[in-house]
């Protein structure tokens, strides 16, 4: 799960990590009001005003504006962007709506560095990486020039060392900036740690962090993701949650307990199991590259899915308006196949079958689930692998579209 | 033989009076794993379906039962405490069927485990404790014993080793081996989370001493880089044939794909490295799911 920067550096206030001083604005009078506030408190006339959408890429794609005129310049720059569809590298041609800003205080810097953290999966410890090439895309960074990341890995058991960030605070050269601003990063380095593991982030990254004059560290920005499996510790998180910022169908998915990804294709598929979900997304595109047949979603029911969950995923599949044709492809093992089918059957009654199925039953109880579709009345043609049911559903489909 | 379990798998199941543990726990019974206790702690003293003696703790039921192996159910918020009270109590294979534990847990319970480990072979112990999943299926050694939530009836007693990132995607390679008339030494299922316990690499190792094993399958998907670790090995140590399957083709960066591991971040994980990977190191890939048994039958003597 993602959060906005300013809920971000909320949370990483609240561990002692130095941030700006900052007002989240919802309106153009909150915005005004926020920079009269910082104005007053800061004596400075320098504010910027902050797109909060979670795509990277804000301030090249003109959602981060610094205003030097004090409140209102400040204002003006938050009507230009509140509202605005801003496209940056992450959100893709159509953008994303921008409807919350952050007024933070304009800070004079005299370096910017990079801090990254992630689990890393490979080695089973919590990575922190750090570079000197602050506010530049880190994966541009690790491609060109890898020898400018340090990273240093943290044993569970004893939690981050003070040398494990001496040594990146050395490693970047803080020294010239004098002794106080490596003391002051080790600091901020043990509260980045401890904020990781107890609000059981996946990814912290802050970028820029900025050194100023004074030798002060402050974090400039702070993008946060949490482990979704952690969500049970965390009631908070739910407030968090900006639903703006989601796929709506993904999110109605989630609500029933339902794993759900939109894709662009045109064959809606509904699997049990996450592998073998992405597994017949990739037969379908096998099947149907050539003729322009490609899966609409990834949707795994799960292992233990009622009859309600299966007819409310199929539900969300024959509403989508991109769907040509279905794919329904399940091994059952603790799912049964009869309960597929009662769910498949009462959402296309419901709802009305107007594209082309193929089902394609095995494992438990599937004489049963088969006799169910059989005797439904449905127009489904049953397939027997799922090479053959890729097949079926591609040629259904590019024949649907020919007539 | 067969890896992992057998008929001398003496088995406890933490969780036992829960839902999906009495479920696979009468289950498992019914395909004939030997299941010689559970465990749920303030449960001590019942007796589950009036036969299975229900324990406080995992120590009290390992020494009353002899047991040697554990499966767990226990829901996440105790789950990565159960599997460290498994270890802890001695036992030398725990399997988690649990999914949805946090990345946190999971570190701290691998660390722990590391060090066990290190320690059993600094030893020369024979036994050196070992952690299945979280987030999997199980293992099975069929027609002897089955530890999970796969459905029994479709395995066949044969010489086919699975090993696989995924729940359904194993259950689809083993029909369509036992279509082909060609049984399983051992199915196991690693499991769909980041951070777990044994790696393709590990079971890869047993299938390839394990002389009933004549050859592998090995499912993989997006995600970290344990397939890439697979394929090392299996280009440096394995003599038998390994026909691979790895999911995600298709699958769109920044996503997690059901599974918490499966994701591609950063640029990295893909479908397509791992399936260059395989390649390259003598494994054969195949095109679809579909062919996964077609592909190893094509590599078999």
Redesign the interface.
Known sequence: MKIHEYQGKQIFAKYGVPIPKGYPAFTVDEAEAAAKKLVAETGSSIVVVKAQIHAGGRGKGGGVKVAKGGAAEAKQQAEKILGMQLVTHQTGPEGQKVKRLYIEQGLEMVAEMYLGMV?D??L???AFMASTEGGMEI?HV?EHTPEKILTVHV???VGLSAYQARELAFGLGLMKYGKETVAKFVRLMSSLYECF?KE?C?LVEVNPLAILKSGDIVALDAKLNF????S??HKNWAELQDKDEEDPIELEAAAAGL?Y?S?DGNVGCL????????????????AGEKVGV??AN?L?VG??ATQEQVTKAFSMILKSPKVKGIFVNI????MKCDVIANGVVAAAKELGLKVPLVVRL???NVELGRKILSESGLAIQAAT????G?KKIVDAVVSGGAK | MSILVGKNTKLLVQGITGGAGSFHAKQMIEYGTQVVGGVTPTRGGEKFEGKVPVFDTVDQATKATGANASVIFVPPPGAADAILEAFDAGLELVICITEGIPSVDMLGVRRVLEAMQAEARAKGSKSIPRLVGPNCPGVITPDECKIGIMPGHIHKKGNIGVVSRSGTLTYEAVGQLTALGIGQSTCVGIGGDPVSGMDFVDVLELFQADPDTHGVIMIGEIGGGAEERGAAFIKEKMTKPVAAFIAGTTAPPGKRMGHAGAIISGGKGTAAAKIDALTAAGAKVAPTPSDMASTLKSMMK
Do not use: C
């Not at chain 1, 049990?272 to 992405?278: D, E, I, S």
């Open positions: 689990v999966r490979d089973r410890r919590i994966e690790a044993d569970p058991t593991v059981d996946s482990d979704d499996n952690a049970f510790r794993n990804v894709l699997v049990n199991g996450a592998g073998l979900a992405m597994a017949t997304m990739d037969i379908i595109k096998h490609a899966p990834f795994d292992g233990g091994f059952g093992g603790i095995e494992g438990t692998t799922m090479a053959d890729a």
